[in-house]
């Protein structure tokens, strides 16, 4: 069955470095994969897309690779401010390539400590 | 733009009793998804349509969960007993189906817990 894996253990990095967050998965061939923000109580907000023929993929501050091979997507924040804190969540696209419902992993917790 | 608006935000109910849950998606938008969100679970696709068309619901746990979409601009999840293991946050999000825009736009969800 499908599986996606990212850090269930929280993420700790000091404001400035740049914070590195990983989604594994297996058992899936997306045609893409996208990376949402969610804050408590919220709904996610999403950042960025990536899909299956790109390896990387830039916005401001924000870096997104994608490797097909490895089965793995590495979200990059640079320059990190403590407002970066929150929950990131990887979720990938169907086969297809299709506006489809996605499948989301757990999401990890990255904290910026000033 | 208001966002996707759902309602209610907050919801306690007994088990055993009916509970309704609604969703404004972004006008426009004509692909609509419904997930549900539990600390031991994570964030899950339960359905979603296209152009008011249910799609996939294969992610409905059971049929104690029905969703309906009369028209472009309103959608209900219905869960009818409600049991205590139904208890999570349950999202509504939007999207508009165009070649190469997949992104999705989340409400703020309805906090569901079933005594």
């Known amino acids: 069955s499908q599986k996606i894996e990212q850090n269930s253990e929280a993420l700790n990095i000091q404001e400035g470095k740049t914070a590195t967050l990983t989604c594994n998965y297996t058992?899936?061939?997306?045609?893409?994969l996208q990376w949402y923000r969610q804050d408590p109580g919220r709904g996610p907000v999403f950042l960025l897309l990536i899909r299956e023929n790109e390896k990387e993929k830039r916005k401001e501050r924000l870096k997104v690779t994608f490797d097909t091979t490895l089965k793995q997507s590495l979200f990059h924040i640079t320059a990190s401010q403590p407002a970066d804190s929150a929950t990131y969540l990887c979720a990938l696209g169907t086969p297809g390539g299709g506006a489809d419902g996605l499948t989301f992993g757990k999401g990890t917790h990255l904290i910026i400590q000033p | 733009d208001a966002g996707v608006i759902q309602s209610p935000r907050h919801e306690v109910t007994e088990m055993g009793q009916e509970v309704t849950l609604r969703c404004k998606p972004i006008s426009g938008h004509n692909s609509l998804f419904w997930y549900r969100q539990t600390m031991m679970r994570g964030l899950e696709l339960l359905i979603y349509f296209n152009n008011n068309v249910p799609i996939d619901d294969s992610g409905m746990p059971e049929d104690r969960f029905s969703a309906k979409m009369p028209n472009a601009s309103f959608s209900t999840l219905k869960i009818q007993p409600s049991e205590p293991r139904d208890s999570a946050v349950y999202f509504c999000a939007s999207s508009l189906r165009q070649e190469n825009s997949y992104e999705q736009y989340f409400g703020p969800g309805t906090r569901l817990t079933v005594t």
């Open positions: 058992n899936y061939s997306p045609a893409y």
